[in-house]
């Protein structure tokens, strides 16, 4: 991690598209950072660009202007190696639709990324325990994923994806499936991860409801983002 803390930094960015005959701007000219132990919530109306910017934070697309850095080093710079050490040790991946593999069980698919990365079986296993046990879900942890509920599978994929112990959690619609108490209670977990373990979350959402529990809040719209919280309050209440 950089020496001030700063996890990632957008400088400008912006990524257009080719739709046949039509430009599509997806992002335009965003200004971003994200600093360790940071709940940023990213709202706005789908197709405001929300997903587009969580793809280029990861280095999963590439920016056709500005610069996007993490821990201080141009994702542009680096070869697909090196981004794929990033996405796996760096950053965790949770999605709307959860993303669990059918035949595994909770419990081996949090292992999954520790055997990938070639982690060995004791420690995976400790990890695997510790991830689920953070999630509460040690009871269902032999359980596959239909016989968990759409709030349970959701937990799995959180402790998948810090089972790496990444210092980033980028998350796309994570609550997009669920009911509102159930959304809720997963921004709580997020909210508890960023509190106890230092994590960094960065949530986009439409779901207006559960932006108070972020540090905070910034609004995409049309491909750009509105600067400054205040300008998103209101989303507040």
């Known amino acids: 991690m950089s020496a001030n803390g700063k996890i990632v930094e957008a400088i400008d960015v912006g990524r ?8 599509v ?22 197709g405001s660009g929300k ?46 639709s959860f993303g669990l593999l059918p035949l595994l069980s909770a419990f081996e698919n949090v292992e999954l990324p520790l055997r990938i990365s070639g982690v060995r079986a004791r420690e995976r296993e400790q990890r695997a325990r510790d991830a689920l046990d ?5 009871p269902r942890s032999n359980h596959r994923p239909y016989e968990l509920s759409g709030g349970e599978q959701q937990r799995v994929a959180i402790a998948r994806a ?56 910034k609004e995409m719209r049309d491909g750009s983002m509105i600067q400054g919280d205040a300008e998103s309050h209101r989303y507040r209440n």
């Open 16 to 23: 257009k598209y080719q739709l046949g005959s039509e430009e």
């Open 25 to 46: 701007v997806a992002v335009n000219g965003v200004s971003f950072e994200v600093y360790s132990g940071q709940f940023i919530a990213v709202v706005g109306r789908s």
């Open 51 to 96: 997903t587009t910017l969580l793809n280029l934070i990861a280095g999963l697309d590439k920016a056709t202007s500005g610069l996007v850095l993490f821990e201080g080093r141009d994702l542009a710079q680096m070869n697909e190696k090196d981004l794929t050490e990033i996405r796996r040790h760096k950053i965790g991946f949770v999605f709307q």
């Open 134 to 138: 953070m999630v509460g879900l040690t």
């Open 162 to 217: 810090v089972v790496t112990e990444p210092p980033l959690i980028l998350a796309d619609e994570p609550t997009g499936e669920l009911d509102s108490n159930n959304a809720r209670s997963i921004f709580g977990l997020f909210r508890e991860m960023v509190q106890e373990r230092g994590i960094s979350v960065v949530a986009a959402t439409h779901d207006s409801t559960l932006l108070a529990m972020a540090d905070s809040v």
